[in-house]
Every structure is written in structure tokens, then in C-alpha cells.
């Protein structure tokens, strides 16, 4: 037994010398980020990720920011269009998405995507407005298409199942929230 | 027992290493190189979080029609010159113009067009 303390220190040790090389490396600098060129002068002129993304909203995963909770909190106040008069209409309706195999139902929450885009970012090029009109699956999804072409690329990643994957069966029907809607077949 | 300890606690430990040592670009960096290099400058990096602070989604990919898929954009430098895609904003005026080339033009020889970045997403997440 001894002969193993030391192994589970030097684990112990490079397990702490590695959460802190993550913490340092949350935002990687340009100049090390391994796509810009650091021999490039005007690297000097672009904002680093670091000094714009860590007085935001914490997250675990993608840009470590959450986006949702930032912008719903008010840190940021991204324009609707170029000349920042439109603002895309917001819509609290969720969708309730019951053919997910042994995992939870998906509610999509249509309120957190109308306060980045407008309906149609995703009408009707994406999603079909209409019931049981999209042929979504998992597998679709993890190759870029429907969900996938934002999720895994730009929103938060695919490895976060329990974001979309939310709602109990056993809980849908006695909530008393947004009116729902049955999607997917 | 004693000698296969060892070894599984250090693959532990390199299992836990591997995200530092991929961290790349920052998540969702966009690079374009379809037609950079072959035009003789260097590939263009996108940074959507940049953009994202301070406009919608919606404000590129629908009111400018940026196709949500990198290298099918089909955008060319002429197209922004005439205040298209990029140069709607890019102009002097929105955001700076597009004769300060190497801001955009900011990346590495031989890089590939593609959705870039992506450290922290080895495994599921907290919620």
C-alpha cells in the first residue's frame, strides 16, 4: 500500500497543476491561440477573448461564457439589426420534443432563441413551423444538421445532453407554464 | 494489484491533461481560407464571440444572408468592397473598414476553412 501514497500525490499534484493550466488557459491568448500569427502587427490592435468574456456570465463549456444568463442579465445588448432599430419579436411558447429514446424529453425553449435571433434565422430554411414536421434525431444533429448547425459550432456544445434533454416525462402535463407543443415524429 | 494501480491513475491524469493541451482557437472561431492563400494573403479568422457581444445572430445570418456553414459562403473580397456580407458593417462607419487588411487577414499560413475551437467540450457538462 506505501508504495502507492506517492503515485496518488503525483496524481493529486498533476490534477491541480492541470485545473490550474485550464484555469490560465480558459481564454488562450492570440498570439498562442495556434490560428493567428503572431508575426501579424495587428494582433496587437484585436481584442483578446480574455479581457471581453471574463466579466461575463460563467459556464463550463464553449466560450465559458453562458450567453443565455449574460444577455437576460443585461451585460450585453447585441443589436437586432445593423442600424440597431429592430429587435427581433421575443416568443415564450416551448416546444416538447417526446421521442428521445430513454432520454428525458427535450423542451426547447423558444424565448432563449428569440432573444438572439429572429424566427427566420430558423423558419422554415432549419425547422418546419408545423407539428410533427421535422425528422430530428440525435444522429442528424451530431453530423451539423437542424439543432446541430448552431449547437456543437457556435451555442453550446453537444456534450451538455441534460441542457436540452431537461424536462421529466413524469412531470409533462401538470405544469402550469408556456403552452406546449408536441414535435417531432 | 499494486503495479495496475499505476498505470490507471496516470492514464486518469493524462486523460485529464488532454484538454490542456488541445486548447486551441477559442470556440466558434470561424477560419476562412477557401480563397485567401491562393490570392496571396493569409486567411481570414472570424471570432464569433466577438461579433456576438454586439449584434444577434440574426443581423448576419439573415439580414446579410451569411450562410450558417463555413466555406459555403461563397464571399469574395469585391463583395465587400461593394458593402456587402462584411463590408455592410466594415465600412468606415459601423465598424472599421476593410482597407486595415491584416485584421481580418490575421491567420496562420495553411490553415483550413472551417468551425474552429472547441476546448471544454471532452465531456458533459454540470447541468
Redesign the interface.
Known amino acids: 500500500?506505501a508504495?502507492?501514497y506517492p503515485?496518488?500525490l503525483?496524481?493529486i499534484s498533476?490534477?491541480a497543476a492541470?485545473s490550474a493550466?485550464?484555469a490560465a488557459?480558459k481564454?488562450?491568448p492570440l498570439k498562442k491561440?495556434?490560428?493567428?500569427?503572431p508575426s501579424?502587427?495587428?494582433?496587437n490592435?484585436?481584442?483578446e477573448?480574455a479581457d471581453?468574456?471574463s466579466i461575463l456570465q460563467v459556464d463550463?463549456?464553449?466560450?465559458?461564457?453562458d450567453?443565455a444568463r449574460t444577455l437576460d442579465y443585461g451585460f450585453?445588448e447585441?443589436?437586432?439589426?445593423?442600424d440597431g432599430e429592430y429587435r427581433?419579436e421575443v416568443l415564450e411558447t416551448t416546444v416538447l420534443m417526446r421521442n428521445t429514446m430513454p432520454m428525458r424529453y427535450v423542451r426547447f425553449p423558444h424565448k432563449t432563441h428569440t432573444q438572439?435571433?429572429?424566427c427566420?434565422?430558423c423558419h422554415d430554411s432549419i425547422f418546419i413551423a408545423e407539428e410533427h414536421a421535422n425528422p430530428i434525431n440525435m444522429g442528424k444533429i451530431l453530423q451539423g444538421e437542424y439543432c446541430g448547425?448552431?449547437h456543437?459550432?457556435?451555442a453550446?456544445?453537444?456534450?451538455?445532453?441534460?441542457?436540452c434533454h431537461n424536462t421529466d416525462s413524469s412531470t409533462v402535463g401538470r405544469e402550469v407554464r408556456d403552452p406546449e407543443r408536441d414535435e417531432g415524429s | 494489484m499494486?503495479r495496475r494501480?499505476?498505470p490507471s491513475?496516470?492514464a486518469?491524469?493524462a486523460a485529464?491533461?488532454i484538454?490542456?493541451m488541445f486548447?486551441?482557437?477559442?470556440?466558434?472561431?470561424v477560419?476562412l481560407n477557401d480563397n485567401s492563400e491562393a490570392e496571396g494573403v493569409?486567411p481570414v479568422?472570424f471570432?464569433?464571440?466577438?461579433h456576438?457581444?454586439?449584434?444577434?445572430?440574426?443581423?448576419c445570418?439573415?439580414?446579410?444572408g451569411i450562410r450558417?456553414?463555413a466555406g459555403k459562403t461563397g464571399i469574395r473580397m469585391q463583395d465587400l468592397i461593394d458593402g456587402r456580407y462584411c463590408g455592410?458593417?466594415h465600412d468606415g462607419g459601423?465598424a472599421w473598414s476593410i482597407d486595415?487588411c491584416?485584421?481580418c487577414h490575421?491567420?496562420?499560413?495553411g490553415?483550413e476553412t472551417g468551425?474552429?475551437g472547441?476546448?471544454?467540450?471532452?465531456?458533459?457538462?454540470?447541468?
Open positions: 500500500m508504495n502507492r503515485i496518488i503525483l496524481s498533476l490534477l492541470a493550466g485550464l488557459d481564454w488562450k491561440d495556434g490560428i493567428h500569427d501579424n502587427p495587428a494582433i490592435v484585436l481584442q477573448p471581453a468574456l463550463t463549456a464553449g466560450n465559458m461564457v450567453w450585453i447585441p443589436r437586432g439589426s445593423i427581433p438572439w435571433m429572429s427566420e434565422t448547425i448552431c456543437g459550432a457556435v453550446f456544445p453537444l456534450t451538455e445532453c441534460d441542457r | 499494486k494501480s499505476g491513475l496516470l486518469v491524469v485529464c491533461l484538454p490542456v486548447a486551441w482557437a477559442e470556440y466558434a472561431d477560419i493569409a479568422i471570432p464569433h464571440w466577438f456576438r457581444i454586439r449584434f444577434q445572430c440574426s443581423v445570418h439573415v439580414e446579410l450558417m456553414e455592410a458593417c459601423t486595415n491584416d485584421l490575421s491567420g496562420r499560413p490553415l468551425v474552429k472547441g476546448h471544454k467540450t471532452t465531456g458533459p457538462g454540470i447541468y
